[in-house]
């Protein structure tokens, strides 16, 4: 794996290239990744971040709710960790958030 020649590096924006497809997930090994934008790729990870946190939040109320109703369909030990899996990505969701609060404040009292 070689430099980056001076030609292929423009301003603050390098094209990579992925030596392993799963790296950026172009699916080959090799070819360049093109993006839409870097706010659009960003958007994109964030609401996908969020709605997998969505999705575990209502996947562990559906085996609470299920575990109420009929006990013996399902596995106490799923209910425990689906459960355990929305907490803990509630729980990131939220400590993410907060920081990002913290750092644009900071970045508005810097003077």
């Not at 085996?63 to 799923?78: A, E, F, G």
């Amino acid at each position: 794996m070689g430099l980056l020649s001076p030609d292929q590096v423009s301003g603050q924006i390098v094209n990579m290239i992925a030596t392993d497809p799963r790296h950026f997930r172009t699916g080959e090994t090799g070819k360049q990744k093109t993006s839409g934008g870097v706010e659009e790729s960003f958007g994109k990870l964030l609401f996908g971040a969020l709605n997998q946190v969505n999705s575990d939040q209502l996947k562990s109320i559906e085996l609470t709710q299920k575990m109420i109703t009929d006990p013996d369909s399902v596995n106490i030990h799923d209910v425990t960790i689906a459960i355990a899996e929305a907490n803990l990505s509630l729980a990131m969701t939220k400590a993410i958030a907060d920081r990002a609060i913290r750092a644009y404040r900071e970045i508005i009292n810097i003077r």
